[in-house]
């Protein structure tokens, strides 16, 4: 199947600071990207969806302002946690959508102490 | 999403037994189905997936049956393995490939 490879899989950033995720497909061009965020022993919840070389659509309840995506590239979507505090400690998932199907990256461990 | 805030409920089950974990879905338009699995500090994978023209579908160890009347999916796991233990999520979408995820279940295989 179709591989998308998130990074980093864990950081850990002291509040206030930003931190930067990554999500790429590697061995398909995805023009629609999602990122999810998911908290212990909960389901994902849809964050946004990003096109490439458009704004992201956020999801009601999510700081667009806080959370920043970028789709440069067809391959290529990143979203930034700015000025983070001990409360987005979560663990946040993207897919990239090929065809009728997403294909899920591994995730990413952020915790902000 | 509807699984927003709620704990997921939890299937623990022999090695060898089958397993069945059901989803109830919300949205009538929906038209395919997925079932992904998630192990523990990892992304969900896909397991299998359905459309809404059909009500059963098999794969390797896996069948999911798709109850359109009553908006009801459910995956069987045959002999299932320890290594099956982990969250297993259905999805559906409607028209999109945004999939909304349901609450969840936690499949817990005692060798």
């Known amino acids: 199947g179709a591989v998308v490879s998130q990074h980093p899989s864990w950081v850990i950033c002291k509040s206030g600071t930003s931190v930067k995720i990554e999500c790429r497909s590697l061995d398909f061009q995805a023009t629609t990207m999602f990122w999810y965020r998911q908290f212990p022993k909960q389901s994902l919840m849809l964050m946004a969806t990003s096109n490439e070389g458009s704004k992201a659509t956020y999801e009601q309840g999510v700081e667009k302002d806080k959370f920043l995506i970028n789709h440069a590239s067809l391959t290529l979507s990143t979203l930034t946690v700015t000025s983070a505090h001990p409360e987005d400690s979560s663990f946040y998932i993207c897919?990239?959508?090929?065809?009728?199907?997403?294909?899920f990256g591994q995730g990413t461990r952020l915790t902000v102490v | 999403g509807e699984s927003v805030g709620l704990h997921l409920p939890t299937l623990s089950v022999q090695e060898g037994d089958n397993s069945i974990i059901n989803c109830a879905y919300s949205n009538s338009a929906s038209d395919y189905f997925i079932w992904y699995k998630q192990e523990s500090g990892k992304g969900p994978q896909f397991i299998i997936d359905i459309r809404s023209n059909m009500d059963k579908r098999q794969g390797q160890r896996v069948t999911v049956l798709l109850n359109k009347t009553v908006k009801h999916l459910s995956l069987q796991i045959a002999a299932t393995q320890p290594g099956d233990s982990a969250v297993y999520f259905c999805?559906?979408?409607?028209?999109?490939?945004?999939?909304?995820f349901g609450r969840g279940t936690s499949l817990i295989v005692h060798p």
């Open positions: 897919s990239a959508a090929g065809g009728t199907e997403a294909f």
């Open positions: 999805a559906e979408m409607a028209g999109s490939y945004i999939p909304t």
